[in-house]
């Protein structure tokens, strides 16, 4: 809704009827990117050019030209949970294999277009996330955005009201304001999209800090929704670490539009630089508190409708277009010190 708003909004029309936006959903739940890639047992990857061809087709018999504008990627619990892989590397290299062949069978086979579309994709996080690995998944996603073209980190999921996992219905109507705003940052308005999401982390003596890249300054601390509660935690998501364990955080302060200063409790172990792990499992439940001033809001509104479960029912947000704020990705990365 937000990107077919967007489009009316750059033709300046009320509605864009010039063009007719089609959209499709080829996912199956509880699937390890192994089990959705192409050749995989079962031939899940087949409904994307079944997809892509069905909607070839229909423009065809309407007179009108068909390209592919996006691939929507939302995939990675299976891998924390399932039997699929864990590791980080691996998990990178099957997604660009996997993204290949959709750009080989459906943007140049079917559409027979130049022109690559974008993949846009959220970050797995929230309960799913293991920090054993590193939060590997998230890190593997953030990554490819950052290394591959034409390929955007949304969002983390964390943020967003859920109920044990998965988002609620709101959640995902949420998200996908948030899809369809970054969507329209892109392939409207050609900007090239970066999530909040830290550009560097230095250390000099109990002191870390943490530069961003913010899309909107601010940084902003914000309480996310741990299940279907507005949450503020403590240390506001950060865990501090290095071979002795972990390091008693003594305050997390916004100390600039895009930095954030962590103080320690002690000092790290004996010639050991410590990491840095936001959004992790074990004291956060995958969920972080930095976000930033985007002022954009949404084209529709938050509902609490019959059949929902009370927990749904959230005062401060139903009947309210949902705020488009920018959350800061999950991470575990090294400090390095500071000059």
Not at 168 to 179: E, I, P, R, S, V
Not at 205 to 228: K, Q
Request: charged share 20%; hydrophobic share 40%; with cysteine.
């Amino acid at each position: 809704a937000f990107f077919k708003a967007a489009m009316s909004d750059r033709a300046g029309v009320r509605e864009d009827t010039a063009r007719i936006l089609a959209a499709t959903s080829c996912g199956w739940g509880g699937q390890t990117i192994e089990a959705l890639s192409k050749g995989a047992a079962g031939n899940q990857f087949n409904r994307k050019p079944t997809a892509c061809t069905a909607i070839k087709n229909a423009a065809t018999a309407l007179g009108l030209p068909y390209s592919m504008l996006a691939y929507l990627w939302l995939q990675g619990e299976a891998n924390y949970g399932g039997s699929g892989t864990t590791d980080k590397n691996a998990y990178k290299a099957l997604m660009r294999q996997l993204v290949a062949d959709v750009r080989a069978d459906c943007q140049v086979g079917i559409a027979d277009q130049a022109r690559p579309f974008g993949v846009f994709t959220y970050q797995t996080d929230g309960q799913y996330t293991i920090d054993s690995t590193g939060l590997s998944i998230g890190m593997a996603q953030l990554e490819l955005s950052e290394e591959e073209p034409n390929w955007y980190l949304v969002s983390p999921a964390y943020p967003y009201p859920e109920g044990g996992g998965h988002l609620t219905a709101n959640g995902y109507a949420w998200l996908g304001q948030q899809f369809g705003k970054v969507m329209a940052r892109v392939l409207l308005h050609g900007e090239r999209w970066r999530p909040l999401s830290p550009l560097s982390v230095t250390m000099k003596d109990r002191e870390i800090l943490i530069v961003f890249h913010v899309p909107a300054p601010p940084l902003v601390f914000r309480s996310c929704y741990s299940r279907r509660v507005a949450t503020m935690f403590e240390n506001k998501g950060f865990v501090v670490y290095d071979g002795g364990g972990v390091i008693p955080i003594a305050s997390v302060e916004i100390v600039a539009d895009t930095v954030i200063r962590i103080r320690l409790g002690r000092d790290t172990s004996a010639g050991l630089l410590p990491r840095v792990r936001y959004g992790g499992q074990a004291t956060y439940s995958g969920h972080g508190n930095v976000a930033d001033s985007d002022p954009t809001v949404a084209t529709t509104t938050y509902e609490y409708l019959d059949g929902m479960l009370a927990g749904d029912n959230i005062p401060e947000l139903v009947g309210k277009p949902y705020p488009l704020w920018n959350w800061s990705v999950s991470y575990d990365l090294p400090v390095v010190n500071a000059l």
